[in-house]
């Protein structure tokens, strides 16, 4: 079965990176669109970034441009997101997501908070 397992959340401060993960399995990782989202308590999941399943394409909400960069490791199954510049508002938990045979599939998350 189709599988994401995120992981690389955590406490940072404002300024500071972190690099989240995300191993697929269960599908055909390299033919498929990875994307990102996040969620923070109260709001509606909302969309940050997505890669082309040969990675050459990237698109990212408008929030996130110039701070933050996905990309993907096709021989490792597994898509990720460099988080620059955070800012208290990017707090959220982070998703990553695909659609396999038209079903959409999402991670557990990992939680991420952005505070001095």
């Known amino acids: 079965q189709v599988q994401l397992v995120e992981s690389g959340g955590g406490l940072v401060q404002p300024g500071g990176s972190l690099r989240l993960s995300c191993a697929g399995s269960g599908f055909s990782f390299s033919s498929n669109l990875m994307s990102w989202y996040r969620q923070d308590s109260g709001k509606e999941r909302e969309w940050v970034a997505t890669?082309?399943?040969?990675?050459?394409?990237?698109r990212y909400a408008d929030s996130v441009k110039g701070r933050f960069i996905i990309s993907r490791d096709n021989a490792k199954n597994t898509a990720y997101l460099q988080m620059n510049s955070l800012k208290p508002e990017d707090t959220a938990v982070y998703y990553c997501?695909?659609?396999?045979?038209?079903?959409?599939?999402w991670g557990q998350g990992t939680q991420v908070f952005v505070s001095s």
């Open positions: 890669i082309s399943s040969g990675g050459a394409s990237l």
């Open positions: 997501t695909v659609v396999v045979d038209s079903r959409r599939y």
